[in-house]
């Protein structure tokens, strides 16, 4: 049985595959909510309520969070219609990656965490809008 | 010696079983995706622990027998052989996340390199269970740990909704989620207050105190009460938290990072410090509350001498072994697995020690040719076959939820 969780384990892992509309939703889901997570944090930081470890240490986290989910939605092949919005998606992920990194370089300049909380808020509303096209 | 101190064992190892690091982001999850929904699986969790915990501390303290002892002789070899085996692995498999997680925390803290902290966190620990005397462990750990009382009071800035939350208790049907998810969630939380390493801490803790009958069972009855209830209360806040912030968010929670804004939000910085020193306090005792019980575990099956009163020299088998365990925990942590997906595998898989452990302590507890006039009354042995029954369905569903939920992840 342990065999089996850990092979189960393996496999969840694994890139590729198909995008099904199910496993849209569920990576749109992810996106919005390392999006929206990275929202509140940007919020604090840019209130100067933050520390700098914190900010960069949990931006950085989100930042490989979104990377990656990039990667493993751009590696997928989409069923009939999905094309676009997987593409879509992977971008958005993309673009999230690269907001968190500002965050993540600058986890004491209150002005760009305010822009960075911004574009963030859009993009948890893009992943959400993505996931509705499942 | 004061009251306060005097609870310092049943709160260092509720902590362990409540808030390590698998279960701090674990409630936090839960009250993410099911609001305050699941709230009663805590306490269903919480009462069975403190039934079974006041039954090994009062094994503990009238026969000086600790729960491996007890498992041993009850279950036989090959029972306690499977037992030990089981157990072993579930307390590495933690220690490995507790010494993660004291990285995790110290790198939120201080924004230094993961792996570097990680060996920090091991001679942090090899130096606090090599010099601290045991109460002083408990204390330090235990008395730390309660810092996340900071949670308590996120959720009370926050302004919970006190009906919904009140209905939380009551067990019922999500609507949010799936019955599956839901299902594993429920699996998960009576599972992290049943961790069987928690008994085996306790009553070994209750031995290396002396405990002694009748004056110290009242001792155990309110570690056991106060101190499990202290910990189930700390995760019912990290739950509550989440529900409030995270869940209307849309923010599933799988970093320490975002537990860490869960105290942020409401009280800003001070909170937030407050709240990774309380996470580092508790993981800490987890880590020291594993990697000990991994050591009574071995030395009471192969009848060693055992327990930190006794010193090195008194002890040597038992300091060489939790030394080793806590090598090889860092050793697992440097490989690079993610310390809070190690400690959820961690709490499914402690269901197969769950039943092998919990069985023979109430077949002890309720020996009254054992334990004379201290054995179960009427009540203890309704509420151990009862929790019994509850550990049995939890072994039985636990890893088809694991594999059918994908880890929680729907």
Known sequence: MLVLVAAVGVLSACKGGAMTPWRLQQDADSLASIAADGELLAG?????????????????????????????????????????????LATTARAAARVLRRLEEHPGDEDVAAR??????????????????? | MS??????????AAIGGFVDIGDIVFATTAGATFGYELLWATVLGVVGIIVYSEMCGRVATVAKRPVFDVVRERMGFGFGLATLVSSQLVNLMTLAAEV??????????????????????????????????????ERVYGFGGLLLIVFTVAALKLGPDWQQLGAGFVPGLPSHGTELLWGYFIVGLVSAALMPYEVYFYSSGAVEEGWKPPDDLGLNRLNAGLGFGLGAFLSISLSVV???LFLPRGIDPEFLGTVGLGVLNPLGQIGLLLGLLGIFFAVTGAAIDTCFSGAYNLSQFFGWEWGKYQGPRGAPRFTLTWIVF????????????????????????????????YLPILLVARDEGYMGEYANGRLGNVLGFLYLGVIAIVALSAVPLLVLTNMGQG
């Open chain 2, 326 to 357: 806590l090598g090889l925990g860092f050793l697992i942590i440097l490989t690079g697995v993610n310390p809070i997906v190690v400690t959820e595998y961690a709490v499914v898989f402690s269901v197969v020690a769950m039943p092998l452990t």
């Open chain 2, 242 to 244: 989440a529900a409030q």
């Open chain 1, 44 to 88: 604090e930081t840019a209130k100067g309520e933050s520390t700098g470890p914190f900010t960069t240490v949990h931006a950085r986290e989100l930042r490989q969070e979104a990377d990656q989910l990039a990667d493993v939605v751009a590696s997928t092949e989409p069923d009939p219609g999905l094309a676009r919005p997987t593409a879509q």
């Open chain 2, 100 to 137: 993660g997680g004291v990285a995790l925390v110290l790198q939120l803290l201080l924004g230094l390199p993961y792996r570097g902290l990680v060996a920090v966190a091991l001679v942090t620990l090899l130096l606090s269970a090599w010099f601290l005397p045991f109460e002083w462990i």
């Open chain 2, 3 to 12: 009251k306060p101190f005097q609870i310092a064992l049943g709160i260092l």
């Open chain 1, 116 to 134: 960075v909380g911004d574009r963030l808020g859009a993009i948890a509303d893009r992943a959400e809008q993505i996931g509705k096209q499942a």
